[in-house]
């Protein structure tokens, strides 16, 4: 390997998480292929507005920003978390690289369990997979739409504004704020969003040399089980808003998927599970999505209307 070459540019937000969990990549990357990584910090018009953030539609805006930067050559590649990707292809755009995912769990912050949070308790969180599930296990709670990053939303609970807050572990992790988690949701009690907890690398289409070298950090079960995952999310044709829940890990050697939509207010739910091997991984999800659309899925998810694919 040329050690005269040019840094890799890789492509990221400005936020703790964002960086934190890009200079992992970058070291993994150097450490595998030997070439320098600069991270190449990028800021976008979510970060500047909280309210073209909403206007543009979510998370999705951050993604398309920083892919734009991708196709015009400005970075060589950027890091996502895999779950604000969209689920529709990127023209131009190749999804080089699953990392070994992180722990996926959903995480309950604040000075209790949720067993042992008072009734009535508030508990905020923006997601309304999230807030479906709660009020599945706990009915009694109010559950606060809260937005921000996980810093500000961590601040509501030490104020006292909150009793507690939903984040992502992984999140947790990489921006050092272990010490507010009270307790971590198994997926049975809370399934997670599709490919929480992984990332993803992404590079131009035509680039195969480069998606080669950032190949070199992929993770095939990774890749398998968040393609599984986010296929039962893109047939369900639910946004990464939609109260979705999906999770898929390999155990003794089988891709073992499990889906859930849940309705607003908790009371009802589909949930599903399948298995099979790897190489399966898109048709195992796209056929778990249509037994869930079977058995009314749309429905518990609100009037939406399913295109057929
Ligand atoms: N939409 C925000 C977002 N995107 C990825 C993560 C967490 C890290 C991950 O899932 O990889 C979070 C915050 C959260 O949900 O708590």
């Known amino acids: 390997m040329s050690t005269d070459r040019a ?33 190449v910090g990028v800021t976008t018009q979510g970060d500047v507005s909280k309210a073209l ?21 400005e970075v060589d590649f950027a890091v996502h978390s895999l779950k604000d990707l969209p689920t529709g292809a990127a023209e131009g755009i190749t999804l080089a690289a ?6 996926p769990r959903d995480a309950l912050c604040g000075p209790a369990k949720l067993a042992d949070l008072p009734r009535g308790a508030r508990v905020g969180t923006g997601s309304p997979r999230r807030v479906a599930q709660l009020l599945a296990l706990r009915p009694d709670l109010e559950v606060v739409p809260i937005r921000g990053n996980a810093d500000t939303r961590l601040g509501k609970v030490t104020s006292g504004e909150l009793d507690a807050v939903v984040l992502a572990y992984a999140g947790l992790t990489r921006i050092g704020r272990l010490e507010a988690v009270a307790e971590v949701f ?7 969003a599709p490919g929480q907890g992984s990332l993803a690398l992404e590079c131009r289409s035509d680039r195969p040399e480069l998606a080669g070298l950032l190949g070199t950090v992929d993770d095939a079960a990774t890749r398998a089980a968040v393609l ?17 829940g999906a999770y898929a890990a390999e155990r003794e ?7 859930n939509v849940v309705s607003s207010d908790g009371t009802r739910q589909i949930r599903l599970s399948a298995r099979g091997h790897r190489d399966e991984a898109e048709r195992l999800g796209r056929d778990l999505a249509h037994r869930m659309l079977g058995l009314g899925a749309d429905q518990l998810m609100g009037e939406r209307t399913i295109e057929p694919r």
Request: charge should be negative.
């Open 186 to 192: 198994e997926t049975e009690q809370m399934l997670p």
């Open 253 to 259: 050697q089988e891709l073992h998927l499990t889906a």
């Open 53 to 73: 953030l909403a206007q543009m539609g979510g998370t999705g805006v951050f993604v398309s920003e920083l892919r734009d930067r991708v196709l015009s050559g």
């Open 7 to 39: 840094p890799l540019r890789l492509g990221t937000r400005k936020s703790l998480m964002a960086t934190t969990q890009s200079q992992l990549v970058a070291d993994a990357l150097s450490q595998r292929t030997g070439l320098a990584v600069e991270l």
């Open 228 to 244: 599984a995952e986010r296929t039962v999310l893109a047939v369900l044709e639910a946004g990464c808003s939609a109260p979705v």
């Open 98 to 103: 699953t990392p070994r995912r992180d722990d």
